[in-house]
């Protein structure tokens, strides 16, 4: 009697020493406090010693030195991502700490793994969990208490920018970190249905704890799009009510008036959300509100992702299906936007809490200054403009050819899961191309970019020699919208935009006058066509008929002598 009563004292100990040793610093510190990027890694190495439905992998390298992280909960204990999909299981994929500053998901993740590992929390059979328990791992080792000023605890956190002060959420398309190019090859190896990147806001004050953020329903189109904004977003809403944390749509304005409403937060593939849409995945970025003490923030993120277990395991059929189908007609599709503007003849109507705003005298200037008043809150109805209609639209080719000497292009398809071929001998083929007539740059750095925009294109047509190994890239494939918006000059955020062929737009070779006057005159004599057309130009420019420089330039860029690459993007349409 006495050994067994041991015996149930000793395993009394080891299961609260466990319990204790899986409790994560939020819980230890009631909540004011964040795991540090090491306490979080040890807490999953122990969490999957502990329990075989977790898994922890060590991904590629990033920008810190250490590597990112994927954390795979399967309630059958099966890790073959590849299986996943097969088996008919919708598979979640949560980010947290993109911006370490707001690690609201870190802590949440950890304690959402740990109470399904323990069975506190069901894990549906037909739902499978991967979560990066800290993506930004540069700037999470960058800790401080007071980089965000704006913000309600917790008492020390990660800064914004990453080991090289990349802000990651600018970063999924231009890949200029080595963080990106890891979640890339995740994303890319599990093809979640379903994505959450967990933030907190930095805007207006208001009454809600969690505010949500979605992919863009009419940029995702098809059944997928209708199925997320007519059933699976409202599931949601109604889900976290139930749970008591009212969400309202991610509220983007900070000092306006809200007689108006407000326009869904516009999202291009630079963002974890905007890229998710090129792959046909929905995605959601809960938004906590800064200025909620920090430990109601990590409790309702943890609602919010219990919540789209739930409707995601509801669902599983449709979302299913239905991403299928939207993808197997992307690969028919002929037209593609690659920019949008909202639809204001469309909008949704929502309730939202806030508060009155007023003005009073400033403590600090003396002046009037502008302030949310928390003893006149308010519930209304608001009109919500959700609905975006394309600006910009493009006919898909049957092919693009890049040249293999832009590799950095290339190594960001493939990346990317697009099917290429490199030509076998060198090829005269048949494209279209554009020139690039007129654009600006940003003045001052973006993202250690400086963003091409207010591009102004002309097409041509020629038969253009390539060279053996350039890259043909045939279109009708999963990744069509993601080949077409980044290989389209006039997308939000193609490779031009963000400077990839920067090098065209530079001559490498010129003239001097002197020696020019001589062969021009040759060639004017030779070519009357030519001499023709300065002639006419000349008359009708009085400016460029008093300018000898203008008049040999024109001369020179129509002839053969001007280099055929100069402002001519690289990336060729075979039609």
Not at 284 to 295: G, Q, R
Not at 362 to 382: A, C, M, N, W
Not at 474 to 483: F, K, L, M, S, V
Request: with cysteine; aromatic share 14%.
């Amino acid at each position: 009697m006495q050994k067994f009563i041991f015996i149930v004292c000793f395993l009394a100990i080891v299961f609260s020493t466990n319990a204790q040793l899986l409790s994560t610093p939020f819980e230890k510190s009631n909540g004011k406090q964040t795991a540090t990027y090491f306490e979080c890694i040890d807490f999953y190495k122990q969490l999957a010693k502990a329990y075989s439905t977790i898994k922890i992998i060590a991904e590629d390298t990033t920008d810190s030195g250490y590597p990112l992280h994927l954390i795979l909960f399967s309630s059958d204990k099966s890790f073959n991502i590849n299986s996943w999909h097969q088996q008919h299981k919708v598979a979640v994929l949560v980010n947290n700490g993109i911006h370490p500053g707001e690690p609201d998901g870190i802590d949440a993740s950890m304690m959402l793994l740990r109470d399904l590992a323990q069975g506190k929390l069901k894990m549906p059979a037909n739902v499978v969990l991967a979560v990066i328990p800290v993506y930004n791992i540069g700037g999470s080792l960058n800790r401080n208490s007071f980089s965000r000023v704006n913000q309600n605890g917790p008492e020390s956190y990660g800064f914004r920018g990453n080991a090289e002060n990349l802000d990651l959420n600018r970063d999924f398309i231009k890949a200029d970190s080595k963080n990106a190019f890891a979640f890339e090859k995740i994303f890319q190896q599990l093809n979640p249905d379903i994505l959450i990147d967990n933030h907190v806001s930095d805007g207006a004050d208001y009454q809600h704890t969690m505010t949500m953020l979605t992919t863009q329903h009419n940029k995702l189109e098809g059944e997928i799009g209708d199925f997320l904004h007519n059933v699976f977003e409202p599931a949601l809403y109604k889900g976290m009510q139930e749970k008591n944390w009212q969400m309202c749509p991610y509220v983007n304005f900070e000092e306006s008036s809200l007689k108006n409403g407000w326009e869904a937060f516009y999202d291009p593939p630079r963002y974890s959300s905007g890229y998710a849409s090129l792959f046909e995945t929905i995605a959601f970025i809960p938004e906590t509100h800064m200025l909620k003490p920090y430990a109601d923030r990590v409790k309702t993120t943890y609602a919010f992702m219990q919540t789209i277990i739930e409707q995601a395991s509801k669902f599983s059929n449709d979302i299913i299906s239905k991403r299928k189908a939207s993808l197997d007609a992307i690969k028919q599709q002929n037209e593609f936007p690659l920019s949008w503007k909202v639809d204001s003849s469309k909008y949704d109507r929502i309730g939202f809490k806030g508060y009155d705003t007023s003005m009073k005298t400033s403590e600090v200037t003396g002046l009037p200054r502008y302030y949310y008043d928390h003893s006149k809150p308010f519930e209304k109805q608001i009109t919500f403009y959700n609905y975006y209609a394309p600006s910009v639209v493009v006919n898909k080719p049957k092919a693009y050819i890049i040249p293999h000497g832009w590799y950095k292009v290339i190594e960001r398809l493939k990346l990317n899961n697009v099917v290429m071929h490199q030509l076998k001998h060198d090829t005269t083929i048949a494209v279209e191309y554009y020139k690039v007539e007129d654009y600006k740059s940003l003045p001052r750095a973006y993202e250690s970019h400086h963003v091409n925009s207010n591009i102004k294109l002309s097409t041509h047509n020629d038969s253009i020699h390539f060279l053996k190994g350039d890259y043909i890239i045939y279109t009708g494939q999963n990744a069509d919208r993601y080949i077409v918006e980044t290989l389209e000059p006039l997308g939000d955020d193609s490779f031009f935009a963000w400077n990839f062929f920067d090098a065209v737009l530079q001559r490498k070779e010129f003239y001097s006058d002197y020696r020019w006057e001589d062969v021009a005159a040759e060639y004017l004599q030779q070519h009357p066509e030519v001499r023709s057309a300065l002639e006419e130009k000349k008359r009708s420019d009085s400016t460029f008929a008093a300018s000898s420089e203008q008049q040999l330039y024109f001369v020179y860029t129509h002839s053969p002598y001007s280099e055929p690459g100069y402002m001519r993007i690289p990336v060729f349409r075979v039609k």
